[in-house]
């Protein structure tokens, strides 16, 4: 997947760190991503990009955009 | 003298290089967010004298994505840095660790501290995992582009440490104003392009395509990160854990207790009078009664620190973040909550990675239940009385079933707290997964074993006073001049016999007399003295021919004064469920109250969790002893 953009669904203090800390974690548009597995019941996604190696539950998932 | 802050990104080594810099033993490990504290040490003498006595000191913090604190530990580098005023070891410069295979976002990181106008040294560590694919590193051109001393660091030869000093001895410029900059999302995306550029330049990649420790890592995690297979290897490889520390050790504990039961026998017939019998019979009991539990000990951390050490645990912290979250917690909670095994300390320290506060709370509050080292050696103990030597394996499993025991009751507790407690809905869980290491045996066994003489060091003091208290207690009054008393006679009339005798009624229920309430009341200054005061007080009570046998021995002799047995498996299991429940330990009482900021939730646990403890163990052992247990 080629990231789009990075966008929380809400607009709360909380949400808004995390898009900034899916930033500090390497993650920006453009930026290419392979989805590795959903593990944990289908609630959390490995995706790879780089030497990253990143476990995102469903919210935070939910904010990165791409095709 | 100079002073040095190691900031980094998490899991990029700083704790490796602090070691290296300090001679310091800091636990290192493959997971972020393994340190939670800032540590403090001067440069190792060694290095210091062969750069001309240069003195340093080196601040090891918590790591951090960037100078926007999210969470507890990432607040403490923060204030190191920038609550000048009010820390104690005022910062003259910044050493920025990278991970050279992260280069394209730990460069983001070293840029930002630049800003906040320290003078910096960049140190790029895991130059082996570089070396080791054939990658090329250009230094020259990333000083240039970071306009910052640049130093390569191995921290497994420790390569790069005396270029590094060289570089902290040049003289330092007065510093101006020390602020950490404010970047918006924009900037952190510019300067994420421009770190991914300024990677690319400087490292020169020999095959795109070669990559053994990601291709590594890519083979193991079909496996551990399999929806379904990696559940299971997750809880055999708990269930081998926890069982291991059981059958593994008792071959050793078998040696330790025949080395103990020989000097304590021979004390006692070498040296006459009381003295002796206080050396013999007391003091060499008592310490044998923990040193006997050292390997089982040792196993524990053995085991903890090799899964600690390959990157195994986030992933699990990730595998099992949906059961976790219904229960209040996250997989964020795993790694702390896994630490209490081993002690439940540093364990509540950890859950400053969480960024949650509801979570933090309840897994601070969960944490005690989790079967710490401290525990080991009173199960140990009461199994063997139940099992005795023929069933290590039956042994293990009741000592793997005391495990899970502890996590079902830690579980039920954290699932009440989150329907109390308010606050977000979901966790955080956002968790790199560390590439696959292989663990370096040495420091894992050098560390297993510092923690082993902790334990032990830690139990020494508290055994030494309880064994002169209550061989004074049991041994005086002495009878007046000319009268003849048998030890019985001696011990019936003892202070300890008439304290013991006012605090019965409260141990009664449990089906023990007050000797086992003395353990129990004991165990508060740590859990396992209890099995040292038993040994304590049923040597020192006990007849000549008993005082020279193991405590189980002194265990199933020991009767009340109608001559029924007080340990039977109605009050062994009572025993065992008091303390799977009880929060014992005065210290996690007082880290419990310094990480919630609050006594309430400390004190609240404290006596909800022994009432809880006291009332069930009482249940059950009467139900048991209806059954004829």
Known sequence: MIIDKIESLTNEPSAQEMVQRLYELGLRPGIQVKIITRISFGTVTVIEYGHTRLALNEQEMACLHGH | MSTWALVGSPNSGKTTLYNWLTGARAKTVNYPGATVEYSVGPLRTQLSEKFDNFQANIIDTPGVYSLNPQSEDERV??????????????????????????????????????????????????MDLLEKEGDVFNTELLKTKLNIPVVQFDGVLGRGLDHLILLMKQPLKALDTIQAPVWNIEKQKDM???????????????????????????????????????????????TLLFASIYWMAQPIMDAVDGLFSVVSKEITNRIPNLFGDFLGTGLIAAIGGIVIFIPQIFILFLGIGILEATGYLARVGALIDRPL???????????????????????????????????????????????????LPVYGLMIGFLFGDENPFKAGFIMAVLYFGGILVGGIASKILSMIVKGEKQSRLMMELPLYRRPRFRIIFLQAFSKAKTFMFRAGPIILVLALVLWFGTNYPRPPAGTEMSPAQLAEQSYAAQVGRAIEPVFKPLGV?????????????????????????????????????????????????????????????????????????????????????????????????????????????????????
């Open chain 2, 77 to 126: 580098t923060y204030k190191t840095l920038f609550d000048r005023k009010n820390f104690r070891y005022p910062i003259d410069g910044v050493l920025v660790v990278a991970d050279g295979t992260q280069l394209n976002r730990h460069l983001v990181l070293a840029e930002q501290l630049k800003e906040s106008g320290y003078p910096v040294i960049l140190i790029v560590t895991m």
């Open chain 2, 192 to 238: 994420l392009e421009w770190a991914q550029q300024a990677s690319d330049q400087v490292l020169v990649k020999k095959n795109k395509e070669h990559n053994s420790a990601l291709k590594l890592t890519a083979k193991l995690d079909q496996v551990f990160l399999h929806p379904v297979l990696g559940l299971i290897i997750f809880f055999l490889l708990m």
């Open chain 2, 325 to 375: 979250s219904a229960l209040g917690l996250g997989g964020r909670s795993f790694v702390p909550v896994l630490s209490g095994f081993a002690c439940a300390i540093p364990a509540i320290m950890a859950t400053r990675n969480i960024t949650s506060k509801k979570e933090r709370l309840i897994a601070q509050s969960i944490i005690p239940f989790m079967t710490c080292s401290a525990r």
């Open chain 2, 513 to 629: 007399d007050w000797r086992v309430g003395f353990g129990l009341i004991s165990a508060f200054a740590a859990r396992e003295v209890f099995v040292s005061a038993l040994a304590l007080v049923f040597n020192i009570e006990g007849e000549n021919e008993v005082q020279t046998k193991g405590l189980q021995t002194a265990m199933r002799e020991a009767t009340f004064p109608d001559g029924t047995k007080i340990f039977t498996v109605a009050t062994v299991v009572g025993i065992l469920i008091f303390f799977m429940i009880a929060l014992q330990c005065i210290s996690t009482v007082g880290i419990l109250k310094r990480e919630a900021g609050s006594w309430t939730p400390a004190l609240l646990q404290l006596i909800l969790s022994n009432i809880f403890a006291y009332g069930l163990a009482v249940v059950v052992v009467n139900v048991l002893k209806s059954f004829g247990l």
